[in-house]
C-alpha cells in the first residue's frame, strides 16, 4: 500500500496561499523518509496556474548560494532527489485555479508579489499578463510555448488568457475559486472552465512541463470543474452552453424535454434561453428549467474531459520514454467520480468530511477505487482537523490523532501524513503535527505493509448503485453552501437512499463488508459483475432503484446460483412491469423494513464483542490473513484510548491458520495461541488494544 504525505509543506503561523507552494528544502526529504513516505500529494509545481514561465521558474529556477547554504533547491531537483530516495512527487494540477495576483515591479524585475512592500507602483502578475506578454521580464513570450497561439470555440485568437478560462454567471460575470483566495489578500483567482478547450490545452501544456521537470506522478485536482461551478448558480460560458447543445442533440426524440418542442437545437442557447424567460444570475440552478439535462450534460462532460488529460499525461510520458502514474482528486468519492476511476493509478480523496469515527467512508472508497491504491487527506473545512490541531498544539490527542490515520489503513486504504498540509484560507497556519508522532505513525504503517492489503475475504457485498445516488449527490448541500451564494431549494424529487446509512450501520455493528459498484452505464460501461458477486454469502441491495437491465439480470442469475439478497428501500423502479418482483419475491431474497435490520441479516465474519466505539476488517494477505482491529474509545478526560484487555475475537477463514501474532503501535509483536473453535472459525485472545491493533493469522 502507498504511504502519502499531504506534502503542501506550508509554513507554520502563515496563511496556506495557493497554487504555488513553498520552496524546497534537502532536509524535508530526510523528514519524509524518516515518516516512511512513498508518495506526495499536493506537492509541488502548482504555479502553472500563475504562467506558464512561473511554473518553469519553481522547477528549475536559480538558487542564490545563501539558500543553497541551507539546503534549498528548485522543484526538479527536489524530484530528482526525492526519486533516489524512493518517494515520488506527485506534481499538482489545478484544474480550476486561473491567478492574478498583485505585484510590484522594477524594471521588469518582481520586487514583491502577493505579499505586497509599497516599493513600486502596484500592478499584476497572472495569466491575463502571460498571454498578452506584459509580464515580468524574466517571463519567455505567450508564443514560445505557443507558437500558433491559442485559439477559442469561436474561432478568436485568445489574448487574455485569464478572461478566456474562466466559468461565467448566468450574466456573464466571472466566477472566482473563492475558496483558495486568502481573504486579507488582494488575490483573484477565477473559477476556470475544463469544458473550453483553451484550457484543456493549456492545462496540457503544464502537465508537459511537469513531466519533463522530472516528475513521475500527476495529481489532476478540482477533477470536476466545471461541474462544481453549481455551487454559485453554474456556468453558461459559452463553451458550457456549447456542450448542452451537443448534449440535447445526441438525445432520442423521446428523451428531448416538453419545453424544446419545436426549438432549433442546432442553434440553442441554453444561457439567451434562460435570460429570455427573465432568469438572472445566481438563481439556484436546481429551481432552473431543462436543469435536471444540464446536470447530467455535466456529468457526461466532466468524464469525457478527465480522460482527454488523464490519457495526454500518459501519453506524452510515453513519447518521452517515462512511465508515470495518474492520480485523481475525487474528493468526497460521489458516485460521479465513478467513470473516471478507469483513467487513473491512484485515487485521491479530500473527504468532504474529517471525522474522528468514519471507517465505512474507507470501505466505500476501496470499493469504488476498483483495485487501485486509495489515499486520502484531511479537508480543512469539514469537520475536525481544526480542532484537532489546536489540541495536539497543546500537546494533547496524540491518540485522536493516531486513530485518523490508522482508520484508513485498518480499512485497506491510506490516510496521508500531514506535513504543512492545508488549512483553508481563514487560518493563519498550516496542518503540522509534532514530528515524533509523525514519524512514529509513519513507521507503524511501514512495519505493518506486508499486513495491509485493498483485497478482503469478506462475506457481504453492499452494492454502490451510481445511478441510484449520482442526481441525490449533485442535488445535495454539497453544491450550495447554505444560502451564501442562492437561497436554499429543497428537492421536491429527491431520491430515497439508504446506501450511507446501511454502510454506517454495518461498520458500527463490527460487520465487516465490500463495496461492488454498479455503475451508470451511460458513463461507464458495466463490467462482469456476477464473476465478482459469485464469491459473496450476501449482497445487499440499499435503494437500489436505478438498476440497469444487465445488472438485473446478473443479480438474479446470483440468486439462482444460491446467493443471498438483502433489499432495503427500493429496488428496480426503472426496470419493466413484473421484472422487479422476480428479484423480490424469489426465495434467496430478504426485504427489510428498517436499516437497523441489516446487521443481523450478514455473515459474521469477524465473531467479537466491540460495541459501536470500534471497526474491524479483514485483508487478503500473502501469508495468510490480517484481521484489523480500531479502537475509537477515547477517554476525553485522561486524554487517551481506553485500552481493552483480553479481547476475544474469532475470525472465519478457509486458510488453515497455525500460528497469530499481533501487531501494534509502539508495542512488541507479540505471538498469540490460536485455537479452532469450528470448521475454518479461528480463534484468539489479544491481551491488549489501545487504538490500533493487527492480528496476523498466519
Ligand atoms: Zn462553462
Same mark, same amino acid.
Given at each position: 500500500m502507498e504511504r502519502s504525505v499531504y506534502f503542501d509543506g506550508w509554513s507554520p503561523q502563515t496563511y496556506c496561499q495557493h497554487p504555488s507552494m513553498p520552496p524546497r528544502r534537502l532536509s524535508m526529504i530526510d523528514d519524509l523518509d524518516e515518516m516512511g513516505a512513498t508518495m506526495l500529494v499536493w506537492a509541488g509545481l502548482g504555479g502553472g496556474s500563475i504562467s506558464l514561465p512561473y511554473l518553469e521558474e519553481e522547477a528549475y529556477g536559480a538558487i542564490p548560494a545563501?539558500?543553497?547554504?541551507?539546503? %534549498?533547491?528548485? $522543484?526538479?531537483?527536489?524530484?530528482?532527489?526525492?526519486?533516489?530516495?524512493? &518517494?515520488?512527487?506527485?506534481?499538482?494540477?489545478?484544474?480550476?485555479? !486561473?491567478?492574478?495576483? +498583485?505585484?510590484?515591479?522594477?524594471?521588469?524585475?518582481?520586487?514583491?508579489?502577493?505579499?505586497?512592500?509599497?516599493?513600486? +507602483?502596484?500592478?499584476?502578475?497572472?495569466?491575463?499578463?502571460?498571454? *498578452?506578454?506584459?509580464?515580468?521580464?524574466?517571463?519567455?513570450?505567450?508564443?514560445? %510555448?505557443?507558437?500558433? @497561439?491559442?485559439?477559442?470555440?469561436?474561432?478568436?485568437?485568445?489574448?487574455?488568457?485569464?478572461?478566456?478560462?474562466? #466559468?461565467?454567471?448566468?450574466?456573464?460575470?466571472?466566477?472566482?475559486?473563492?475558496?483558495?483566495?486568502?481573504?486579507?489578500?488582494?488575490?483573484? #483567482?477565477?473559477?476556470? $472552465?475544463?469544458?473550453?478547450?483553451?484550457?484543456?490545452?493549456?492545462?496540457?501544456?503544464?502537465?508537459?512541463?511537469?513531466? $519533463?521537470?522530472? !516528475?513521475?506522478? &500527476?495529481?489532476?485536482?478540482?477533477?470536476?470543474?466545471?461541474?462544481?461551478?453549481?455551487?454559485?448558480? @453554474?456556468?453558461? #460560458?459559452?463553451? #458550457?452552453?456549447?456542450?448542452?447543445? *451537443?448534449?440535447?442533440?445526441?438525445?432520442?426524440?423521446?428523451?428531448?424535454?416538453?419545453?424544446?418542442?419545436?426549438?432549433?437545437?442546432?442553434?440553442?442557447?441554453?444561457?439567451?434561453?434562460?435570460?429570455?424567460?427573465?432568469?438572472?444570475?445566481?438563481?439556484? +440552478?436546481? !429551481?432552473?428549467?431543462?436543469?435536471?439535462?444540464?446536470?447530467?450534460?455535466?456529468?457526461?462532460?466532466?468524464?469525457?474531459?478527465?480522460?482527454?488529460?488523464?490519457?495526454?499525461?500518459?501519453?506524452?510520458?510515453? *513519447?518521452?520514454?517515462?512511465?508515470?502514474?495518474? @492520480?485523481?482528486?475525487?474528493?468526497?468519492?460521489? +458516485?460521479?467520480?465513478?467513470?473516471?476511476?478507469?483513467? =487513473?493509478?491512484?485515487?485521491?480523496?479530500?473527504?468532504?468530511?474529517?471525522?474522528f469515527q468514519q471507517p465505512w467512508y474507507f470501505r466505500h472508497g476501496v470499493g469504488l477505487s476498483r483495485g487501485k491504491p486509495l489515499v486520502a487527506v484531511e479537508n480543512p473545512y469539514g469537520g475536525v482537523t481544526p480542532l484537532l490541531l489546536a489540541k495536539l498544539q497543546e500537546g494533547r490527542a496524540r491518540d485522536l490523532f493516531r486513530l485518523t490515520i490508522f482508520e484508513a489503513s485498518a480499512m485497506g486504504a491510506n490516510m496521508s501524513l500531514p506535513y504543512g498540509s492545508w488549512l483553508g484560507t481563514e487560518i493563519k497556519d498550516s496542518y503540522w503535527v509534532p514530528r515524533d508522532l509523525v514519524v512514529e505513525t509513519g513507521q507503524f504503517l511501514k512495519q505493518i505493509d506486508p499486513l495491509i492489503s485493498n483485497v478482503s475475504p469478506h462475506l457481504t457485498a453492499v452494492i454502490f448503485s451510481v445511478h441510484s445516488l449520482i442526481d441525490n449527490a449533485i442535488d445535495s448541500d454539497q453544491f450550495a453552501d447554505g444560502d451564501r451564494w442562492f437561497p436554499i431549494v429543497t428537492q421536491p424529487d429527491a431520491r430515497p437512499a439508504s446506501y450511507w446509512e446501511s454502510i454506517e450501520s454495518l461498520s458500527r455493528s463490527t460487520r465487516t463488508f465490500d463495496v461492488v459498484v454498479f455503475p451508470d452505464e451511460i458513463l461507464r460501461e458495466n463490467d462482469s459483475v456476477a464473476q465478482s458477486l459469485d464469491r459473496y454469502d450476501t449482497v445487499v441491495l440499499p435503494d437500489v432503484w436505478g438498476v440497469s437491465s444487465s445488472q438485473h439480470a446478473q443479480l438474479l442469475?446470483?440468486?439462482?446460483?444460491?446467493?443471498? &439478497?438483502?433489499?432495503?428501500?427500493?429496488? /428496480?423502479?426503472?426496470?419493466?412491469? /413484473?421484472?422487479?418482483?422476480?428479484?423480490?419475491?424469489?426465495?434467496?431474497?430478504?426485504?427489510?423494513?428498517? =436499516?437497523?435490520?441489516?446487521?443481523?441479516?450478514?455473515?459474521?465474519?469477524?465473531?467479537?464483542?466491540?460495541?459501536?466505539?470500534?471497526?474491524?476488517?479483514?485483508?487478503? &494477505?500473502?501469508?495468510?490473513?490480517?484481521?484489523?482491529?480500531?479502537?475509537?474509545?477515547?477517554?476525553?478526560?485522561?486524554?487517551?484510548?481506553?485500552?481493552?484487555?483480553? =479481547?476475544?475475537? @474469532?475470525? *472465519?477463514?478457509q486458510k488453515r491458520v497455525t500460528r497469530a501474532t499481533v501487531h501494534a503501535p509502539g508495542r512488541a509483536t507479540v505471538e498469540l495461541p490460536v485455537t479452532e473453535i469450528s470448521e475454518g472459525r479461528w480463534h484468539v485472545i489479544v491481551p491488549e488494544i489501545a487504538s490500533y491493533a493487527v492480528v496476523h493469522l498466519h
Open positions: 545563501r539558500f543553497r547554504h541551507y539546503g %534549498y533547491v528548485n $522543484d526538479s531537483e527536489f524530484i530528482s532527489h526525492s526519486r533516489a530516495r524512493s &518517494i515520488d512527487l506527485f506534481a499538482i494540477v489545478f484544474e480550476s485555479q !486561473a491567478w492574478e495576483f +498583485p505585484a510590484e515591479i522594477v524594471g521588469g524585475e518582481v520586487v514583491a508579489q502577493n505579499e505586497l512592500r509599497g516599493v513600486a +507602483p502596484k500592478s499584476t502578475v497572472g495569466l491575463r499578463e502571460f498571454s *498578452s506578454d506584459t509580464g515580468p521580464a524574466s517571463w519567455k513570450s505567450f508564443r514560445s %510555448y505557443f507558437p500558433d @497561439g491559442l485559439t477559442n470555440s469561436d474561432g478568436d485568437d485568445v489574448v487574455d488568457l485569464w478572461e478566456e478560462v474562466a #466559468c461565467r454567471d448566468l450574466e456573464g460575470a466571472p466566477i472566482h475559486a473563492h475558496w483558495v483566495e486568502v481573504a486579507v489578500r488582494d488575490q483573484d #483567482c477565477y473559477y476556470a $472552465d475544463r469544458n473550453n478547450p483553451v484550457w484543456r490545452e493549456y492545462l496540457k501544456a503544464v502537465i508537459r512541463t511537469q513531466i $519533463d521537470a522530472g !516528475a513521475r506522478g &500527476i495529481q489532476l485536482d478540482e477533477t470536476d470543474t466545471p461541474m462544481s461551478a453549481l455551487r454559485y448558480g @453554474g456556468c453558461f #460560458c459559452k463553451d #458550457c452552453v456549447l456542450e448542452f447543445r *451537443s448534449y440535447l442533440l445526441a438525445l432520442a426524440p423521446n428523451d428531448l424535454p416538453e419545453e424544446l418542442a419545436g426549438v432549433d437545437l442546432t442553434t440553442f442557447d441554453y444561457r439567451a434561453w434562460l435570460l429570455e424567460r427573465g432568469h438572472k444570475a445566481r438563481e439556484n +440552478p436546481r !429551481a432552473l428549467p431543462l436543469y435536471k439535462h444540464f446536470s447530467r450534460s455535466l456529468q457526461i462532460a466532466i468524464a469525457r474531459t478527465f480522460e482527454e488529460l488523464a490519457r495526454f499525461a500518459k501519453d506524452y510520458a510515453a *513519447s518521452r520514454g517515462v512511465q508515470i502514474r495518474v @492520480g485523481g482528486n475525487f474528493y468526497d468519492l460521489a +458516485p460521479y467520480w465513478d467513470p473516471m476511476v478507469s483513467h =487513473v493509478d491512484v485515487l485521491v480523496t479530500e473527504m468532504r468530511e474529517t471525522r442469475e446470483y440468486l439462482d446460483r444460491g446467493g443471498r &439478497i438483502v433489499v432495503h428501500g427500493h429496488y /428496480g423502479t426503472e426496470l419493466a412491469n /413484473g421484472e422487479a418482483e422476480r428479484l423480490l419475491t424469489h426465495e434467496g431474497t430478504t426485504v427489510i423494513r428498517s =436499516v437497523d435490520e441489516l446487521p443481523a441479516e450478514v455473515p459474521v465474519d469477524v465473531i467479537a464483542d466491540l460495541g459501536e466505539l470500534a471497526a474491524v476488517s479483514l485483508h487478503e &494477505i500473502e501469508d495468510g490473513v490480517a484481521l484489523h482491529i480500531v479502537n475509537y474509545d477515547y477517554d476525553e478526560a485522561q486524554d487517551r484510548v481506553r485500552v481493552r484487555n483480553n =479481547v476475544n475475537l @474469532g475470525v *472465519s477463514s
